[in-house]
């Protein structure tokens, strides 16, 4: 896969949520949210607990634990000024148009570090030595583990965008601003991979630590959907298929 085509596929997982709020106004964009969620926490809990912890682990620095603990915490706190829209949560106040940054800054910083890891799918030979340090040792092929981390990354950003657009338009914004607002938010992610690309080939990112602070956020997030998506202490029949649906992905995309 190309850089372009990543950066594409990033764009697009965006857009394709936004598009179901702005096209699709009669589908029921609550349960659609909480049935992508699950697929996505699914999906992002075990390729953690199945490749990425055990890979960064196996081959990590001394107190790679620690960067681990560090992301999940940088998530709690990034939640704090989204207000969890990340994992379905959807505030809408009455802004008269104007982007609350604070949302938008916090999903943007997520969205940029998480787009970082990616770039060691796009390194090349001369980079062999950091592409070893995302995940691909011994019996994975090259770009086997990055390929899964940017479906989970992609799974998770079509509610997130769904999310968004429901928020922005609730809280007085034109369709042509919302979509300027979504348009900037899709591209941090490829940014993030960009920025990391041409870093590690410096050597001047290490992405073992960012791909460790990366899982540590997707423990944060995809734990909290799971807990929120119970009712009554039950998980509703649909939620836990697509929850089991997204471990099973995971299990084959790795």
């Known amino acids: 896969m190309t850089l372009l085509w990543g950066t594409l596929l990033l764009i697009s997982s965006v857009l394709v949520g936004g598009g179901v709020v702005v096209f699709l106004q009669n589908l029921n964009r609550g349960k659609i949210i909480k049935v992508l969620l699950s697929l ?16 960064i682990y196996a081959h990590g620095s001394e107190g ?12 709690l706190f990034l939640e704090y000024f989204s207000g969890g829209i990340e994992h379905g949560h959807i505030h809408a106040k009455d802004t008269k148009g104007t982007i609350p940054w604070s949302l938008f800054i916090a999903l943007s910083f997520h969205s940029f570090f998480e787009g970082m890891p990616l770039a060691a799918e796009f390194l090349g ?8 340090h995302v995940g691909h040792h011994h019996h994975h092929s090259k770009g086997e583990g990055v390929q899964g981390l940017l479906l989970g990354i992609i799974l998770h950003k079509i509610p997130v ?22 348009f900037a938010f899709a591209l941090m992610a490829p940014l993030g991979m960009i920025v990391g690309h041409y870093g590690a080939k410096n050597a001047f990112f290490n992405l073992e630590i ?4 990366v899982v540590g ?11 929120e998506s119970s009712e009554n202490h039950k998980f509703n029949f649909i939620k836990l298929v697509s929850l089991l649906v997204g471990v099973g992905l995971a299990a084959l995309a790795i």
């Not at 790679?64 to 998530?75: D, E, M, S, T």
């Not at 030979?125 to 070893?132: C, N």
Request: glycine share 8%; proline share 1%; hydrophobic share 65%.
């Open 40 to 55: 996505s926490g699914g999906f992002l809990l075990a390729i953690a607990f199945i490749h990425f912890i055990p890979e």
């Open 64 to 75: 790679v634990g620690y960067y681990i603990l560090l992301g999940f915490l940088v998530q």
């Open 125 to 132: 030979e001369a980079s062999e030595h950091v592409v070893e």
């Open 161 to 182: 965008a769904i999310a968004l657009m429901t928020l922005l338009l609730a809280s007085g914004f034109k369709v042509s601003k919302a979509w300027g607002v979504l």
């Open 210 to 213: 960012i791909l460790a602070v």
């Open 217 to 227: 956020m997707f423990l944060h997030i995809s734990t909290t959907i799971i807990f």
